[in-house]
């Protein structure tokens, strides 16, 4: 079955830099695109980025755009979002998700928190 | 337009019959997709490509759409379908994906 475990969450300050992480499994990875959706504590859900299946293209939200960086790993089955200049506004669980046959977001990890706090 | 617009809260009597829309102008070009996700869990689908229901999802959910609204509709709402549920389409330039702000549903 379909996995997408994210780790690399944690508490920083404005400015700063961290890079999340999402192991995936149950499928295989070099087939689909995958994408990073954030939900700050109490609101909706937000798409951040895209990457293709093959790593070629890549699109962000704007208000992320110049700041994040989406890769992949395809010998680890990974997927990256390198956050840079991080502002207060970014707190947000961040959710690692597959693309499925239709370009719909299909799977789901559980997410993983991150504060941007003085 | 990118933006997809939703009621904030809608509620339904246990058994009876309820519809969540969704109005974006991009649903005249793209699918929609239909998620649930109840406090503390991570979103789950529960229509693709606008009619679609993946594998698990029972047949009470399901999708319809006309012009740039598409509509989620839950026959017979059970207790469980208590949850935030979120449409989902391209924007216009079809690269970037859009969420609508959520419906909060309430079985009474």
């Known amino acids: 079955q379909v996995q997408l475990v994210e780790s690399g969450g944690g508490v920083v300050q404005p400015g700063r830099s961290l890079r999340l992480s999402c192991a995936a499994s149950g499928f295989t990875f070099s087939n689909y695109g995958m994408h990073w959706v954030r939900q700050a504590p109490g609101k909706g859900l937000e798409w951040v980025a895209v990457?293709?299946?093959?790593?070629?293209?890549?699109h962000y939200v704007d208000s992320v755009k110049g700041r994040f960086i989406i890769s992949r790993d395809y010998s680890k089955n990974t997927l990256y979002l390198q956050m840079n200049s991080l502002r207060t506004e970014d707190t947000a669980v961040y959710h690692c998700a597959k693309d499925g046959s239709l370009g719909e977001i299909d799977y789901w990890g559980q997410g993983t928190l991150v504060s941007v706090s003085s | 337009s990118s933006e997809l617009t939703q009621d904030p809260a809608v509620s339904v009597a246990l058994g009876q019959t309820v519809r969540i829309t969704c109005q974006g102008d991009?649903?005249?070009?793209?699918?929609a997709n239909w998620y649930q996700q109840k406090p503390g869990q991570a979103p789950v689908l529960v229509i693709y490509g606008r009619v679609n229901r993946p594998s698990g999802i029972p047949d009470r959910f399901s999708g319809s759409s006309s012009g740039n609204t598409a509509s989620l509709t839950i026959t017979g709402a059970q207790a469980e379908d208590e949850a935030d549920y979120y449409c989902s389409s391209r924007d216009s330039s079809g690269d970037h994906r859009v969420f609508g702000g959520g419906t909060k549903l309430t079985v009474l």
């Open positions: 991009s649903l005249r070009t793209y699918y």
């Open positions: 990457i293709s299946f093959d790593g070629s293209n890549k």
